[in-house]
């Protein structure tokens, strides 16, 4: 869960700032694999199978989160919007 300390938050929204907010589906998923990379090659330690299930499980965490924060409510108000489906 991205529940991290404030002060972390701080720097790290720092560079979010910088990040256009209408990036295309390919230029969005081009900066997260370039910022996958560098982790997989730089910061931890080294290529590894350990790092790469690392990554994943983040990616999986974070697929997870957004899910559960972002789309499941979102689907909940259409359910109520427009009828369930079952």
Do not use: H, W
């Amino acid at each position: 869960m991205p529940y991290i300390d404030s002060d972390q938050r701080s720097d790290l929204d720092k560079i979010v700032s910088l990040t256009p907010p209408d990036l295309l589906s390919g230029e969005l998923n081009y900066l997260i694999t370039k910022i996958l990379m560098k982790q997989y090659n730089e910061g931890m330690s080294g290529p590894s199978y350990i790092s790469i299930l690392k990554i994943l499980g983040t990616l999986e965490a974070v697929k997870l989160e957004f899910y559960r924060r972002v789309a499941a409510p979102y689907e909940a108000a259409k359910c109520m919007d427009n009828g369930d489906v079952f």
